[in-house]
């Protein structure tokens, strides 16, 4: 019996770039935080759909924990209702006619667990919001009762498909702590698809790049992201080109900040507004001092 | 309801074709509508004889009859924003309700139509409404048929016709007054509603 989850499939995507193939095998032994990373488009939350039973895969085979979940030579297709994973989508789906505490007790089969709900309502400090209708929430709030509910069921995997992208950085901040406690407390095979770097170390242990459909890289993040001699390096988006003789100043957004770096003019023209580079310096030392993110 | 929860979910042509079946009232004249149904629940075809032996009921010229033509003439007001509520609806909402081991149909009375409540009142507003001002479909299947079928709009045509203006008159502004009340009641209503949340 293979352990954990075990994915191989191929799915034809049809994008705003055209059409390509997805290809991916992945193989999760156990109880790990998984992330994926890549541009969009590149299949990360179809893959997510597919784990998850709600797309099919048009050839492959999905086990978990030698279940099979799907297998297209012998036509099976365990229904997502069986397969027992927690999902959180990007736009949270909480279901507007239920209160808070309504949305997280519905994952909960049978007759309703107290324990398990209290524990929720606990792990995700959302005892003062048990009353409350979604829409009367905050982003971070939303998002709080979108992970309880998809824990509710105590799921075998657990996906979040960009959770935290809508959120400000602080609140990003509180929230990553949240979830690696609560995997800490509950561990089960997790996979986040991220887009951003510092949140995938911060959490994962492991990652796959998935760039057009296909698995680039894997292991972890320090190894895929690493990779140069550099001694600094940062990627960011170029926002504007200043010319200034014959240097070029170049504005280039780094996360939350934005950077001026000088350029010469002949690497200039080869930037354009929108590009994503890698600033890397090997000479000098850089300053490193702790900031207080403003609560 | 069963019609839109199938409406919803099918992925099968036949859903378009049903689509424009229900729409038909739309476009044709309610009277072509009231001499099919007239036709179809007539004890003279095989058709009607089987409803007969069903309900043990006669369909034409009687209150059932108008009551059950009524139902399939209102139909595309009830189904239709009901249904497009529905589609109006992110998909993400009814995975996360299969994501959370419930069927279609848990998912499609306690997640879907909680989350369009204003559309299905809409949808009680239109029937309603258009059921109060039918007349070309109730005077065939019903046959205005007095203190049985005869309803207030075939009313108001027979008093205008026999030059009798003055319970034309009465008809009228009852059905004016009666309407409006309704629609305005409704609309509060589906005001107060689409507030809770």
Same mark, same amino acid.
Request: net charge positive; charged share 25%; aromatic share 8%.
């Given at each position: 019996m293979q352990k954990g989850l075990w994915v191989s499939v191929r799915k034809r995507l049809h994008g705003a770039a055209g059409d390509r193939d997805m290809e991916i095998e992945v193989s999760i032994d156990g109880p790990r935080f998984i992330a994926l990373f890549g541009p969009s488009g590149a299949g990360k939350s179809t893959l997510l759909r597919m784990i998850a039973g709600l797309t099919g895969p048009d050839s492959g085979v999905i086990s978990m924990d030698g279940e099979i979940w799907f297998d297209s030579t012998n036509k099976i297709n365990v229904p997502p209702q069986k397969r027992r994973v927690g999902l959180v989508f990007q736009d949270y789906a909480l279901f507007p006619a239920m209160t808070v505490e309504k949305n997280i007790s519905y %994952?909960? @089969? %049978? @007759?309703?667990d107290k324990e398990r709900m209290d524990y929720l309502m606990e792990a995700f400090d959302l005892k003062g919001l048990c009353?409350?209708? @979604?829409?009367?929430?905050s982003g971070g709030q939303k998002q709080r009762v979108a992970l309880a509910r998809a824990l509710a069921n105590r799921p075998r995997i657990l996906l979040l498909d960009e959770p935290l992208s809508a959120l400000d950085p602080a609140m990003r901040g509180t929230l990553q702590d949240e979830l690696a406690r609560v995997y800490r407390e509950m561990p089960v095979i997790t996979i986040l698809v991220s887009h951003d770097m510092g949140e995938i170390f911060k959490l994962a242990s492991s990652m796959f790049h998935i760039k057009e459909g296909k698995i680039i890289a894997s292991g972890p993040p320090g190894d895929v992201f690493g990779g140069s001699n550099d001694r600094l390096k940062i990627t960011g988006q170029v926002l504007a080109k200043q010319e200034q003789g014959v240097i070029c100043i170049v504005t280039v957004a780094v996360g939350p900040d934005v950077s001026r770096v000088v350029v010469s003019r002949d690497a200039a023209q080869a930037l354009s507004i929108g590009d994503m580079v890698a600033i890397s310096a090997k000479s000098f030392n850089p300053e490193v001092r702790k900031i207080k993110i403003p609560l | 309801m069963p019609l839109v929860f199938w409406l919803y979910f099918t992925t099968s042509r036949a859903g378009y074709v049903v689509r424009a079946l229900i729409n038909m009232p739309l476009v044709l004249p309610p009277v072509v509508i009231g001499f099919y149904l007239l036709l179809a629940f007539s004890p003279n075809h095989a058709f009607g004889r089987l409803l007969y032996a069903i309900f043990h009921t006669n369909f034409v010229f009687t209150f059932e009859g108008l009551v059950v033509a009524s139902v399939l003439f209102n139909a595309p007001f009830m189904v239709n924003p009901i249904l497009s509520g529905l589609e109006g609806l992110p998909r993400s909402l009814g995975e996360a309700s299969f994501m959370l081991g419930r069927g279609r149909t848990a998912t499609f009375l306690r997640v879907l139509l909680p989350s369009i409540r204003p559309a299905v009142l809409t949808g009680v507003i239109l029937t309603v409404a258009h059921t109060i001002g039918e007349f070309g479909m109730v005077l065939m299947i019903g046959g205005k048929i007095p203190g049985v079928t005869r309803v207030a709009s075939v009313a108001v045509y027979d008093d205008v016709e026999s030059l009798n203006f003055a319970s034309a008159h009465v008809y009228s502004a009852v059905l004016f007054g009666a309407s409006f009340a309704v629609l305005l009641a409704l609309l509060l209503v589906n005001k107060r509603f689409a507030r809770t949340w």
């Open positions: %994952g909960i @089969p %049978g @007759p309703s009353k409350r209708y @979604p829409e009367t929430l | -």
